[in-house]
Nanobody, 122 residues
């Protein structure tokens, strides 16, 4: 079974930094886009950052210049470096990826991680 597992969340003061990691496991053939989303109670998940298979990146305006998404294909891992954190960044952060695997008969499927809590105090 393919899994995405996030780590690195926690509590930090405003202005601080955190680095989130998301590792994919399973019999994976290929990984396409990898993304980070976030969600607060009462709101739908919003896209924070995307990195393509060619390592092209896009960011939400609210995090541009503060967050950096990167990937390590050998480790099947995507990262989100979060600097200059603000209380408004408080949310559950979710990893998302399109990948093909043995379990999907090598068809592209979309997967979500379980989420990791990020809390930024004022």
């Amino acid at each position: 079974q393919v899994q995405l597992v996030e780590s690195g969340g926690g509590r930090v003061q405003a202005g601080g930094s955190l680095r989130l990691s998301c590792a994919a496991s399973g019999r994976i053939l290929s990984i396409n886009d990898m993304s980070w989303y976030r969600q607060t109670p009462g709101k739908q998940r919003e896209l924070v950052a995307v990195i393509t298979s060619g390592s092209r990146t896009n960011y939400a305006d609210s995090v541009m210049g503060r967050f950096t998404i990167s990937r390590d294909n050998a480790k099947k891992t995507v990262y989100l470096q979060m600097n200059s954190l603000k209380p408004e960044d408080t949310a559950v952060y979710y990893c998302n990826a399109d990948l093909s695997s043995m379990s999907s008969n090598y068809q592209w499927r979309n997967y979500w991680g379980q989420g990791t809590q990020v809390t930024v105090s004022s």
